[in-house]
């Protein structure tokens, strides 16, 4: 399994970004997939989730500014994310854990959020 994460970038305060991490390779039934993030110096954090089923999880920090969902189609998982501030810059990496168990990352991508 690969995942392939995209959308990072450098947005003021305030401002908008969404990213997007595609799924492919040999994929079993998906039982979680989504974002954690880590900030120099901190430790990973979960930020959103997606369940299989359809449900969804949010951090505390974040509930009310981003929104997680499912393309079946695509075999992506995207991640809005509004209202940012500077305390949301981090590296954000997707993550797929199949029912059979494991875990999958993607590669990193930045978000900065500065004026």
């Known amino acids: 399994v690969q995942l392939q994460a995209s959308g990072g970038g450098l947005v003021q305060p305030g401002g908008s970004l969404r990213l997007s991490c595609a799924a492919s390779?040999?994929?079993?039934?998906?039982?979680?997939m989504g974002w954690y993030r880590q900030a120099p110096g901190n430790q990973r954090e979960l930020v959103a989730a997606?369940?299989?089923?359809?449900?969804?999880n949010y951090a505390d920090s974040v509930k009310g500014r981003f929104t997680i969902s499912r393309d079946y189609a695509k075999n992506t998982v995207d991640l809005q994310m509004s209202s940012l501030k500077p305390e949301d810059t981090a590296v954000y990496f997707c993550?797929?854990?199949?029912?059979?168990?494991?875990?999958?990352w993607g590669q990193g991508t930045q978000v900065t959020v500065s004026s």
């Open positions: 993550y797929l854990d199949p029912w059979l168990g494991g875990r999958f």
């Open positions: 997606w369940k299989g089923g359809g449900s969804t």
């Open positions: 390779g040999r994929i079993s039934s998906i039982k979680f």
